[in-house]
C-alpha cells in the first residue's frame, strides 16, 4: 500500500457520469426485497448504469423547474433504495447540497435540522410524511417529494409491493397538495435535459449532522473532494477490488457518511453492482441476499458480523462469495473476525472514522497483518499524530505514550455549517482535526483507541 495515492480532481456528479460512460451496461443498482417461490423470483429490480444515469438527469431536470437551484439545500430523509442514489446524484448535478436526515427521527428533531439547515426541498417516503407534517410550518421547506418504495420497480414488482404496503398499518395515503410533489411523477413528467451547473470539488456537497467531538448535533461541511478522496482510498485500500466486477451488500444506511461512502460512493466509483437492502434486520435476511445475489463486498457493524456467525442455521446458507468486509462504528473482537473468515473464506478487518473524516481515516490491512483491538493503520494520503492533553506536545509511537487522536487528509471536512467557533475549536490552522480520541500507538504504526477525552 502507498503512502499516498493520486486523487482525482473530480466533482461527485464527474464521478458518477464517469462511471456511466464506462459500464453503462452493467447493472448498477439491484433493489432487493423479498424472494418469491424459493427464490426463482425477486420482487424489486435492477437498473443499469445508463437507465440510473437517466433517472438522475430526470430528477434533476424536474428539481431545476421546481426552483431548486446551486447551494440550496436539499434533505432526504429515505430508506436504503434506488430513490436515494437517484436524489443524492440528481442534486450533485444542480451543484445543491443533501441533508443526510434520518428516518427515525422524531418531528422535533426533524424541525431542528431543518430549520438549521435552511432546506427548502426535501424528498421522504410517504410513511414518513406525518412527522414532517406536523412541524412544517416551523421550517423554510418550500417543496416536498414524496416517494413510494415500488416507485422505480416495474411490473409485476411495483403491483405486488403496493398490494403489500397499502395492508400494512404504517402505510400513509398522501394527496397531492401545493408545493407537494410524487417522485414518480415528475420522473415521468420531465425529461433527461438538466442545465449544465458549473460545481468545483471543493463546493460543499453535503451537510452530514454529527454530535461532532462534542456538543449538540451540527452538519460537518463534506466537499466533494473529500468523499471523492475517501471513495479512492477505499479503493486503493481493497487492493484486489475488480473494478466492473464487484457485488457490494449495501446493508447499512446511506443516510449515515459510513454507508454513503463506502457503500454508496465507493461502489458507483469501482462500477460495482450495488445490492440494495432496505432493512437489515433480522440478520437472516441479509444473509440469504447475500446468499442469493452472490455478494462480494459487505461492509458492515459488529452487531451484523455477530448476529451472523451466532445464528443457529449460519451452516446452512452459501456465503463463500464474500471476500472483503471493513467494519466500523464500534470494536471487533478478533474472534468475530476469525470466525467470520472461516464461514465465508473472505476477510473481515476493523476500521475507524468519524463522520468530519468523510468518514474513514483507518483501517487494518485486508489482507496483511490485524491486530486485535486495533482500528489498524492510516489510509494513503492521511496524516496522523498524537498528541499530549495539556501541552499539545507530539508524542512518540511506542506503545505506552497515550494522546488525542489528530488527522490531517484530503478527507478532513471544511467545517461546521455556522458554527465557526466550533470548527475553530475542533480543526487547527495547521489542518489537523481533533478527533477528542485517546490512542496509544506501536512501534509498527498501528492505532488503539483506549478512552474517549473529557471535555
Known sequence: MPESISIPDLTLSDLFAEAARNYGDKTATNFVLKYLLGGRYTVGGKMTYRQLGEQIDRLATALYQLGVRKGDRIALMLPNSPHYVISFFAA????????????????????HQLHDSGAETIILLNIF???LREIRSETNVKRVIVAHVFDTLSFPSNFLVKSAQKKTAEWVDVRAEQDTFFFQHLLEKYGPTPPRVQTTPDEVALFQYTGGTTGLPKAAMLSHRNLVANAVQIAAWLVDGKKGGEKMMAAVPFFHVYGMTVAMIYSLYMGAEIIIVPNPRPIENVMNIMQKERATLFPGVPAMYIGIINHPKVNEYDLRSIKACISGSAPLPMEVQERF?????GRLVEGFGMTESSPVTHCNPVYGQRKAGSIGVPFPNTDVKIIDLETGADLPFNNESQGELCVRGPQVMKGYWNKPEETAGTIDAEGWLHTGDICKVDEEGYFFIVDRKRI
Do not use: C, D, F
Open 341 to 345: 473468515g472461516q464461514l465465508t473464506g
Open 92 to 111: 450533485m448535478r444542480l451543484g445543491a447540497i443533501v441533508v443526510n436526515t434520518n428516518p427515525t427521527y422524531t418531528s422535533r428533531e426533524l424541525q
Open 129 to 131: 410524511w406525518p412527522r
